[in-house]
């Protein structure tokens, strides 16, 4: 059983650039949230797909985007690149039937440059 | 104030320690709290989850939760030098797909 899965695991991009990130969530999991890591601290939730509509919304600007599709799997868009975009930003994936366990993928390390 | 503080660190013990890793909260509304290890460069991996109030132990790990103090905290008896590693609480409002709040984290190494 495949647990959550993201790619690319590293990449480097200029300030300015757009970047996608994506997840497959764990098999029998139809909701998928992401979550920036910052060097030092703790996940920050950004958004949560379901049903391929966004549900939830962190404190994030519109330069965040995502999209859910019909397989459950996702992808985080980043606009307008920032250096304080550099994170590790994950992916976490649930099951409406059982939403208590959350589970992460091992992460996109994202440095801008 | 953040809405999920956790003590800082870093934390060194010798092996065969007792640990103890604490965080405290403001939102009552907070009904499940979660505790993940995080080694260098990984995702979260989830150790313990709570429901409410009171105890969970599994093997060697043991949450606790009391609600009436806003106050979680994880035990980890005979640490291993395995249990190095960064330990983050996670904490929401229902379980049906809320997000997480989490704290800061706090970095665990124990000694050989």
């Known amino acids: 059983d495949a647990g959550v899965t993201q790619s690319p695991t590293h990449l480097i991009k200029t300030r300015g650039q757009q970047v996608t990130l994506r997840c497959s969530p764990k098999?029998?999991?139809?909701?998928v949230s992401w979550y920036q890591q910052a060097l030092g601290q703790g996940p920050q939730f950004i958004f949560q797909y379901y049903e391929e509509e966004e549900r939830q919304r962190g404190n994030f600007p519109d330069r965040f985007s995502g999209h859910q599709f019909p397989n459950y799997s996702s992808e985080l868009n980043v606009n307008a690149l920032l250096l304080g975009d550099s994170a590790l930003y994950l992916c976490a994936s649930s099951s409406t039937r059982s939403g208590n366990t959350i589970y992460f993928g091992e992460g996109s390390w994202l440095t801008v440059v | 104030q953040k809405e999920v503080e956790q003590d800082p660190g870093p934390l060194s013990v010798p092996e065969g320690a007792i640990v103890s890793l604490n965080c405290t909260y403001s939102?009552?509304?907070?009904?499940?709290f979660m505790w993940y290890r995080q080694y260098s460069r990984k995702g979260p991996e989830l150790l313990m989850y709570?429901?409410?109030?009171g105890n969970k132990e599994d093997g060697r790990f043991t949450a606790q939760v009391d609600k009436s103090s806003k106050y979680i905290s994880l035990f980890i008896r005979d640490s291993q030098p395995s249990d190095s590693a960064t330990y983050l609480c996670a904490m929401m409002w229902t379980g049906a797909n809320s997000k997480l709040t989490f704290g800061k984290g706090i970095t665990l190494s124990v000694r050989p």
């Open positions: 939102n009552s509304a907070f009904q499940y």
């Open positions: 098999s029998g999991h139809d909701t």
């Open positions: 709570t429901y409410s109030s």
